[in-house]
């Protein structure tokens, strides 16, 4: 197999950490998913991580809660699961640093755009947490803002579904999937596989985004060789 992108953003969702836990992070399923990611490393690919936080907390979701705070300790749990997904990397004997976008020098180094990008031509793999460091922006559009700062090839989003569908598969038996989609499809027809600000962003700098199910995470190596495992944006 050969690479069709050498540098990548992989957008991990929280719960994609937790496993059949439901919550929380279960660690042999964070190794599930490091070790194809080792294995994209070791054909050459430069690798970043953005890491989600739902499995712990989801600012949207706070009820009365103050947004700004809420979204605070949204993104305090992106720091937990990027910490996680380090550990792993590590333990598969991959050189790794995490870098978070609100300062915390104790636990991680700040993010710094161009020692990000020396880390990922040095072949660590950089893990970056907390987001955009802003309120009311998803970690969605953090990827998107670190893709374009690192001048990725590509956005993987790995989600719980295999692909882009007209309406949710889990209610409609009889939604379509689509193979490909350009981003004013995604916006006009407002489909949910993305932040709307993520969207458009990435139509602006013109950044592919493809979509696809981590619950086999070799689709992973898949991706990244351009194998048909899900929906391509662009």
Same mark, same amino acid.
């Given at each position: 197999?050969?690479?069709?992108?050498?540098?990548?953003?992989?957008?991990?969702?929280?719960?994609?950490?937790?496993?059949?836990?439901?919550?929380?992070?279960?660690?042999?399923?964070?190794?599930?998913?490091?070790?194809?990611?080792?294995?994209?490393?070791?054909?050459?690919?430069?690798?970043?991580?953005?890491?989600?936080?739902?499995?712990?907390?989801?600012?949207?979701?706070?009820?009365?809660?103050?947004?700004?705070?809420?979204?605070?300790?949204?993104?305090?749990? /992106?720091?937990?699961? &990027?910490?996680?997904?380090?550990?792993?990397?590590?333990?598969?004997?991959?050189?790794?640093?995490?870098?978070? &976008?609100?300062?915390?020098?104790?636990?991680?180094?700040?993010?710094?755009?161009?020692?990000?990008?020396?880390?990922?031509?040095?072949?660590?793999?950089?893990?970056?947490?907390?987001? /955009?460091?802003?309120?009311?922006?998803?970690?969605? /559009?953090?990827?998107?803002?670190?893709? !374009?700062? %690192?001048?990725?090839?590509? %956005?993987?989003?790995?989600?719980?579904?295999?692909?882009?569908?007209?309406?949710?598969?889990?209610?409609?038996?009889? &939604?379509?999937?689509?193979?490909?989609?350009?981003?004013?499809?995604?916006?006009?027809?407002?489909?949910?596989?993305?932040?709307?600000?993520? !969207?458009?962003?990435?139509?602006?700098?013109?950044?592919?985004?493809?979509?696809?199910?981590?619950?086999?995470?070799?689709?992973? %190596?898949?991706?990244?060789?351009?194998?048909?495992?899900?929906?391509?944006?662009?």
């Amino acid at each position: 197999m050969e690479l069709k992108y050498k540098r990548v953003l992989l957008k991990l969702s929280g719960e994609s950490l937790a496993g059949k836990i439901g919550h929380g992070i279960d660690f042999d399923t964070v190794l599930d998913i490091c070790k194809p990611i080792k294995e994209i490393v070791d054909m050459g690919a430069e690798v970043a991580i953005v890491v989600g936080g739902g499995n712990f907390w989801r600012g949207r979701n706070s009820g009365s809660m103050d947004r700004t705070r809420a979204d605070h300790m949204g993104m305090l749990a /992106t720091v937990i699961n &990027a910490l996680g997904v380090a550990d792993g990397l590590e333990q598969l004997g991959l050189d790794v640093r995490v870098q978070t &976008a609100i300062a915390m020098q104790e636990v991680a180094e700040p993010y710094i755009r161009n020692r990000a990008v020396r880390h990922l031509e040095k072949g660590r793999v950089v893990v970056f947490g907390c987001g /955009t460091g802003n309120p009311f922006f998803s970690t969605d /559009t953090g990827a998107a803002l670190r893709a !374009a700062e %690192i001048d990725a090839d590509v %956005i993987l989003k790995a989600t719980m579904v295999d692909g882009v569908y007209d309406s949710d598969p889990k209610k409609n038996p009889n &939604a379509v999937k689509f193979d490909e989609l350009s981003y004013m499809d995604v916006l006009n027809k407002n489909l949910q596989v993305m932040d709307m600000t993520a !969207a458009s962003f990435c139509n602006d700098r013109h950044i592919p985004f493809y979509v696809f199910s981590i619950e086999n995470p070799k689709n992973i %190596i898949k991706a990244v060789c351009g194998e048909n495992v899900g929906t391509l944006v662009k």
